[in-house]
């Protein structure tokens, strides 16, 4: 009999027995979101690749403005403009200036630009300043934003749009992500039908199977749905069997009553190694996971609630074990609408929702009993509540997972 683990033993223990597969595919830019970025990205271009105006106006000598007010303005020659999208040919002499637009190109030897509005067109070609420029006033200088060499990502981040904004600024027109991770599912039960039939006496509909896949989706694996398998020892074995060949983990869920939670464990020993039979948290106390060569074998409860949180603290974190991706979680901290008891010897986890009441964010814990699928229909999130605490009280600060 394996030792029921706590979620922390959990976490190290599939640090410790997985590997990141290290395994890389090219894609182009367009269908880079969302992906596992698999290389250090270095710019090799300077951005921006010239000294730009960050303000219409008027490009200069700074020393020409020094000591300028509105009662004593610099007078300065107007000698050209700059021109959007060309370089900045113009020469600018001593006490004079050239115009430019936001994002123009600073003309060699200016070292600043004066704001349109701190300046007076006098039509006769010449422009008096108003306030004073300083050197770099109002500036970008070629390579603020990247230098060639400067590592603009990192390997292991899930790319978000503002990182394709930044790597279209270098010059990237595709890059290294970890291939979409291919996952197994399995619904066990002799009760289950699909979703989209009518359950007959006794018979209840798949939640598992479509939850899961969707968690996955949303996660960016890619779900191979096997469907239902009766409660039935040898057909399980081989259709886990099967599902290992063709994917880099399997997920089963449900079996986990008495004499079939034994079978489970048995197949995964039978197939593998079995490594943990027990988290310490409620729901999802009977989670199993064992493990085929570097290959997961995770069985899950049965009860929806408890599956989804297992799969959303443990499956997820191995997942992005085997990807060598970095999982950002941020949580949000939200004052309880309700107190929340728990008094389990074992970490509880809370969904609820999150409303936003007079600018504080508020968290209201979902009650409904224990395993509904209700519990977690409409949740925002959910918060933890530690082994050793007896509860939250109403008004109490909680930090909140988003979901
Ligand atoms: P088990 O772990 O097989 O004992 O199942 C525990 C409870 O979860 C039972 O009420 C099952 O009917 C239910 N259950 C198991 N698998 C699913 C599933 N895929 N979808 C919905 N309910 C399930
Ligand atoms: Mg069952």
New binding site residues.
């Given amino acids: 009999m394996l030792k029921v683990k706590t979620p922390e033993e959990v976490l190290r223990l599939i640090e410790k027995e997985f590997r990141p597969l290290g395994r890389s595919e090219n894609v182009s830019l367009p269908d880079a979101l969302g992906r596992v970025l698999a290389e250090d990205v270095r710019a090799e271009e300077y951005v921006p690749d010239f000294d730009r105006s960050t303000v219409d106006g008027y490009a200069l000598h700074a020393k020409d403005s020094f000591g300028c007010s509105e009662a004593a303005p610099a007078i300065l020659d107007l000698v050209g403009e700059v021109k959007m999208g060309e370089s900045a040919s113009v020469a600018v002499p001593r006490d004079a200036c050239v115009y430019v637009p936001t994002g123009g190109a600073i003309p060699a030897g200016c070292d600043c630009a004066v704001m349109i509005e701190h300046t007076e067109d006098y039509g006769d070609g010449t422009i008096g300043i108003l306030r004073p420029g300083a050197p770099g006033m109002n500036m970008i200088f070629r390579g603020d934003d990247v230098r060639p060499g400067r590592t603009v990502l990192k390997a292991g981040r899930v790319l978000a749009p503002q990182d394709i904004g930044a790597l279209a600024a270098i010059g990237r027109t595709g890059v290294t992500v970890r291939p979409r991770l291919r996952v197994g599912v399995i ?3 002799d ?2 039908v699909c979703a989209d039939q009518t359950p007959g006496p006794g018979q ?6 479509p ?1 899961l896949a969707a968690l996955l989706k949303d996660f960016g694996a890619e779900s191979i749905e096997i469907g ?1 398998v009766a ?1 039935d020892e040898e057909l399980l074995r081989e259709r886990i069997a099967a599902a290992l060949h063709a994917c880099d983990a399997v997920i089963l ?5 008495a004499g ?2 034994d079978a489970a464990c048995r197949i995964i020993e039978g197939l593998g190694e079995l490594l943990l039979h027990g988290i310490a948290v409620k729901p999802g106390k ?1 989670t199993i996971l064992g493990k085929a060569g570097n290959k997961p074998l995770i069985g899950l ?4 609630v408890a ?1 989804f949180f297992a799969a959303r603290l443990f499956v997820l974190p191995l997942l992005a074990r085997l990807e060598g991706r970095t999982l950002r979680d941020f949580p949000v901290r939200a004052e309880l609408s309700e107190s929340l008891s728990a008094n389990h010897g074992r970490m509880q986890i809370s969904p609820c929702r999150l409303e936003e009441k007079d600018g504080r964010l508020t968290a209201e814990p979902i009650r409904s009993k224990s ?1 509904l ?1 209700t519990q977690l229909a409409g949740a925002d999130g959910f918060l933890l509540i530690e082994r050793d605490c007896e509860g939250l009280e109403k008004g109490a600060e909680a930090e909140v997972c988003r979901l």
């Fill in positions: 619904s066990t039960g009760e289950l209840m509909r798949d939640i598992n199977g939850m239902i409660d869920s449900g079996g986990s009553s079939v939670k009977p409860p049965g009860h929806p599956a395993g699928i």
